[in-house]
């Protein structure tokens, strides 16, 4: 014990901290380097979308799609809300259509599926006019008007509070295989064509990808095998996505503003004057449990049980780790004053503690102050 105490009385030990710091530097970059990966992606399988030679005017389709609003995001659930109109535009409809489904024949629009809604019960969906119009230029056309709830499944989160996310909204054609029926996409103006704001993010960009759904199942359709592979079948597939980037400020002011404030108090708490040990202990053991409550208010915004750390989740450990070391430091600190036995010693020590307590404060604040940056840089 008395090695221990002579050890720990020596200037030096503050070395001990700083090892420890640049060691949490050192898990973190490994752990980022050798063992974190994006997540897989959606294990449905696409193709870029292709088109086979149909006679002329039967089995060609226009499609078209705008996005009215979004709103209602929802990190932890990776849910939002979506609604706008989507449009077919077409001279014939394959002869086969209306043996197979009549009200497909008579409707076109009612073959369309959307492949990320969840809650289809609350799903809303409208065609307009009941039967087909026919344009200026002689087609007919038709609009459906969809309003519900889509799931984001490939979210990825790696960045909170500093990400880009896309929300898609995925429609397929549910009735034509790829062989049957062309469905070339028409753009129609702006994707987004009106609301498209988001609390908390700031609008990027928009885009309309065409691409083949491909399934590994002929769904017990014989025929299929006349058509792709055995248990294969391809639908013609419709991804709108809306990209969102985090509002900097927002982040700034909700999230890391508090931390910045707590952890002001944890680099200060060395230069407390070695005489008053209360204050230099009870502070960065106040501020632990402030970093569990803070913690755990964005932990509420993003899904339970991520396979992968994110920026805050870095950052908020290192926050921790300091404030825990901060804590260790004081309680040695406070140890060697009231160890000391003569006037002498403590005289001694609060002389020697006073400086090493300043140059733990540096050291402290330039690794609090850098590592926000080192974490960005490393996970760009």
């Known amino acids: 014990m008395r090695k221990a105490f002579k050890i720990f009385s020596n200037r030096r030990y503050g070395l001990v901290f700083v090892f420890v710091y640049l060691l949490i530097w050192f898990f973190i970059f490994i752990h980022e380097s050798q063992f974190s990966s994006e997540p897989n992606a959606s294990a449905d399988y696409y193709e870029p979308a292709s088109y086979h030679a149909l006679t002329e005017g039967n089995g060609n389709i226009d499609i078209g799609i705008n996005l009215t609003d979004l709103w209602g995001l929802d990190l932890s659930s990776k849910t939002f809300n979506a609604e706008g109109y989507l449009w077919l535009k077409w001279d014939e409809l394959p002869d086969w259509l209306a043996e197979w489904d009549s009200e497909i024949a008579e409707s076109p629009l009612d073959t369309i599926g959307f492949v990320n809604a969840v809650e289809r019960y609350d799903f809303v969906r409208h065609v307009e006019p009941s039967t087909p119009w026919f344009d200026v230029d002689e087609k007919k056309i038709q609009w459906l008007f969809f309003s519900g709830k889509f799931i984001a499944r490939d979210l990825y989160l790696k960045k ?23 469905f070339l996409y028409r753009e129609s103006g702006s994707t987004i064509a009106q609301n498209r704001t988001l609390h908390g993010y700031n609008f990027v960009d928009s885009s309309v990808v065409p691409r083949t759904h491909v399934y590994p199942t002929d769904w017990g359709q014989k025929a299929a095998a006349e058509h792709f592979p055995p248990d294969i079948t391809k639908y013609s597939n419709l991804s709108v996505m809306a990209i969102y980037r985090r509002n900097l400020f927002s982040s700034f002011l909700n999230i890391f503003l508090p931390l910045i404030i707590v952890m002001i108090v944890v680099v200060v708490t060395p230069l407390i004057e070695i005489d008053n040990v209360d204050a230099k202990i009870a502070l960065p053991a106040s501020v632990l449990l402030v970093l569990v409550f803070l913690q755990d208010g964005y932990k509420k915004m993003i899904p339970l049980g991520l396979e992968y750390p994110t920026y805050a989740d870095y950052l908020f450990s290192i926050c ?46 330039a ?13 760009v």
């Open 160 to 182: 909170f509070p500093f990400e880009t996310i896309s929300l898609p909204v995925e429609v397929e054609v549910n009735d034509f295989w790829t062989t049957e029926a062309n």
């Open 320 to 365: 921790l780790s300091v404030t825990a070391l901060v804590f260790l430091w004081s309680v040695l600190t406070s140890n060697l004053l009231l160890r000391a036995s003569s006037p002498d010693d403590r005289h001694r020590v609060r002389r020697y503690r006073n400086r090493s307590d300043f140059y733990f404060f540096i050291i402290t604040f």
């Open 367 to 379: 690794y609090l102050f850098v590592s926000p940056f080192f974490l960005y840089r490393l996970l």
